[in-house]
């Protein structure tokens, strides 16, 4: 419950007071400390992450808008390798739960992970068992890019295990 509290606290306390600059890629720019390539593997390698809820982002502000109560959202959950990331998934376009996996990098420049080349996430935080992020949500037809603000949390042994048991399909099987 402590936890709870918490979390609760840490996302009233985002959403009021994070502000961010837009680059010229519509990105929020992230002025905090850099997090080395060195850090990246430490904490992020070898580890599932369990997905919060994620905030909206609208004129480099967090809202309180929790877009994971949106039908078509749900923000995934993930287990990186070395040079793989899994996404744990349930679409809301076929009805199945499942995983898919493609290569990643990280930019320690940007502090940005690169999904199949793409821009997916910039961490905000990171620590042995949590990491925030600003994450790429989707592209509107006009061309405008929409982010949110994630926490994800470090899961366990037994809770990766059962999260692999649970989205079992290769997603890029189905279709």
Not at 119 to 142: P, Q, W, Y
Request: net charge negative.
């Amino acid at each position: 419950m402590k936890q709870f509290f918490t979390l609760l606290a840490a996302a009233i306390l985002i959403a009021g007071c994070t502000k961010f600059e837009i680059d010229d890629d519509q990105w929020p720019v992230v002025k905090s400390g850099k997090i080395s390539a060195q850090e990246f593997r430490e904490n992020i390698i070898g580890h599932g992450w369990d997905s919060g809820l994620t905030y909206r982002i609208v004129n480099g502000r967090v809202t309180k808008e929790v877009l994971d109560e949106l039908a078509g959202f749900r923000s995934g959950d993930y287990y990186f390798d070395e040079n793989t990331v899994t996404t744990f998934i349930s679409p809301d376009h076929i009805p199945v739960s499942g995983y898919y996996v493609r290569t990643f990098k990280y930019n320690e420049s940007d502090c940005s992970i690169y999904i199949n080349g793409y821009k997916s996430m910039t961490i905000v935080n990171l620590t042995k068992n949590k990491f925030e992020a600003i994450r790429h949500t989707g592209t509107k037809s006009d061309g405008t890019k929409s982010f949110g603000y994630v926490t994800y949390t470090r899961m366990s042994e037994e809770e990766i295990a059962d999260t692999r048991k649970n989205y079992s399909t290769d997603l890029d099987t189905v279709g």
